[in-house]
């Protein structure tokens, strides 16, 4: 046997004896650093452990036939929200609770059984559930118990904020604090519209995912009336309370609701039809006023409230972290309730908006990558045939996606136009990446991306309020980046008033003191504006007044005030009309003298 050496000398080697091969140079660098590591490790008594990487631990899965005997557990948003969400899940058969809203001993639970260094809504909404399971234990139950007859259904994703690692806190504060094995739903992960097939215990089919958008539309639309009537309720704490009978109404009509079964005979014939069992959920959806029914009764009993809007409040809009700028306890400092005793008028945003603005992103990324496909380079020009199919394919998921905006935003509108309009518009998506783009580029993902900028602009620019309050978890890397970009936007529009505020478990007295400086200016900006529109119509506020008082509509909720541009508050807004209504009237200043307006 003959080989050539480095100088291209025959060499030969016994019969019946192979040559070792040659190692490549990787091979050698990785032999060297293995040798090395050795050496190191004796010269300094360290021992290597072997790696051990973590993986998803196995769950026990929540079937078909768990259902009549398991509780669905949920939370994260306003109690008005899953309170419906609860009747929907009643409704489709499901038994489902809420949890309450987290408290501070909830945030010390996630902190105690949880990771270091996560945001505020981690350790809320974490620690939530495990102070939930702590307490059906003190009421007598069993871990096994709790574990059979309990799971928890929320939100997963994937994205660049510490959202994206809520499952594992979840698995790793139930683990930590006795509940191991506690089953976590987590909504990206499952099987989507073909659960059915697999016998899950919660099916998300079409009229599970109907029925949620309906509790969000209807829920972000009711609590948008009560935020705005509450503000200027004659009697204190009256529309609280129609809120609680309101909210029970509909949570019993969503309950109450019956589904076409498909299983039946009828159901045989009707499903042979391909696309039947959608087209029928869409034409319920659409033809249907069963909800209707019930918000009309919800509209009129709110209309009994009794309101004055000549009292000056300062219309405060609230950004920010999505979590943050949606709950209502503990978890932003009880923000909402102390800015109303504060004597501020609460803009707060729809659900609804960060539903459109992930539709919009996603045609977003559909239009940035049309003509690529996933995994391969872009196709050559000869290859006229596959970038017709690509081109095809984008313009249908566009299409879909589209066309899911303008039905989300018709159903909206649906129920906002029972209220007489009065529950704010939703704001346009294009227009919203218009004006924060320039500041923040649209195709930053993560939390809320250009929108806290675009908000800020958007709400001040169309005079809709006096200041922006920015609500966001301590340490939240989207929020803060928004935060350092909206120095720029302030510098550029000199009157905004903006101030944004970092939540965490502690520290309400320091954040409550820099809103009332921040809503000190506002108030002064709203005393102003009222008293120079008063000024301007010639009237006093007490002949404004009367004339209110003898017209019952005008003390009424749902009396729609026409907006006046360039003027922000609604209590200027209001007197404009009114004097307006008595000049066509022929009545007459009796009192033409200028004076101080105390709010």
């Known amino acids: 046997m003959e080989n050539l050496n480095q100088n291209g000398v025959t060499t030969s080697a016994p019969v019946g004896i192979k040559l070792k091969k040659p190692e490549s140079k990787e091979t050698e660098i990785q032999r060297l650093l293995l040798e090395e590591r050795i050496r190191l490790e004796k010269e ?168 949620i958008i309906n509790a969000m539309n209807i829920g972000d639309i009711i609590n948008d ?115 109303h005793r504060e004597g501020a008028q609460l803009l707060v945003e729809p659900i609804a908006t960060w539903i459109l603005y992930m539709l919009h992103q996603a045609k977003n990324m559909y239009h940035d990558r049309k003509g690529l496909k996933e995994g391969e380079e872009a196709p050559k020009a000869t290859q006229i045939l596959k970038k017709m199919k690509m081109y095809r394919d984008y313009k249908q998921t566009v299409a879909i996606l589209t066309i899911a905006e303008k039905v989300f935003e018709n159903e909206y509108n649906r129920i906002r136009k029972e209220f007489n309009n ?25 939390g809320e991306g250009h929108l806290e900028i675009a908000k800020n602009i958007y709400y001040v620019n169309k005079d809709l309020c006096h200041m922006v309050l920015s609500l966001k978890p301590f340490g939240c890397m989207p929020s803060t980046q928004s935060d350092g970009v909206q120095s720029a936007v302030t510098s550029m529009f000199k009157d905004m008033i903006f101030i944004p505020i970092e939540t965490s478990g502690e520290g309400d007295i320091n954040a409550h003191s820099r809103v009332q400086m921040a809503l000190g200016e506002a108030k002064a900006k709203a005393k102003n504006e009222f008293k120079n529109t008063l000024e301007q119509t010639g009237y006093s506020l007490e002949e404004i007044k009367a004339y209110v008082e003898s017209h019952d509509e005008l003390t009424r909720p749902f009396y729609i005030v026409p907006h006046t541009k360039g003027v922000v508050g609604v209590a200027a807004n209001f007197v404009l009309h009114v004097a307006e209504r008595m000049k066509k009237e022929g009545i007459r200043p009796v009192i033409n003298v200028s004076e101080e307006v105390e709010a």
């Open 225 to 339: 009336v009560a935020y705005q009537i509450r503000a200027f309720e004659v009697n204190p704490g009256e529309t609280d309370k129609v809120l609680d009978e309101c909210m029970e109404m509909m949570y019993e009509r969503m309950k109450q609701k019956k589904y076409f079964n498909f299983n039946g005979l009828i159901g045989d014939i009707v499903a042979k039809v391909p696309g039947s069992s959608y087209i029928s959920r869409f034409v319920e959806q659409k033809m249907s006023d069963y909800y209707l029914e019930t918000v009309r009764e919800i509209r009129n009993k709110f209309n009994e409230v009794k309101v004055d809007r000549t009292k000056v409040k300062p219309i405060c809009k609230v950004t920010g972290e999505f979590w943050a700028q949606t709950t209502e306890g503990d978890g932003n400092f009880n923000m909402f309730p102390f800015l």
């Open 44 to 211: 300094y008594g360290v021992k290597s452990k072997p790696i051990d990487h973590f993986k998803r631990p196995f769950e026990r899965m929540f079937t078909k036939d768990e259902r009549a005997n398991t509780t669905i557990l949920f939370g994260g948003l306003t109690w008005k929200h899953e309170k419906l969400i609860k009747g929907v899940l009643q409704g489709l058969g499901y038994n489902a609770s809420e949890i309450p809203v987290p408290d501070k001993r909830a945030f010390q639970l996630g902190k105690e059984y949880g990771n270091n260094g996560q945001c505020n809504p981690t350790y809320f909404t974490v620690g939530n559930l495990v102070q939930y399971l702590q307490s059906l234990e003190a009421q007598g139950l069993s871990k096994k118990e709790i574990m059979d007859n309990y799971v928890f259904f929320t939100a997963g994703a994937c994205g660049p904020c510490r959202f994206g690692m809520y499952e594992a806190e979840y698995r790793l504060a139930l683990r930590n604090s006795g509940f191991d094995g506690f089953r976590v739903l987590i909504f990206q992960q499952t099987g989507g519209l073909e659960q059915a097939e697999v016998e899950a215990g919660l099916e998300m089919n079409l009229d599970f995912f109907l029925g």
């Open 422 to 446: 009065l529950p704010h518009a939703l704001a346009n998506q294009l227009e919203m990446q218009r004006l924060g783009h320039p500041f923040y580029n649209s195709r930053v993902e993560g």
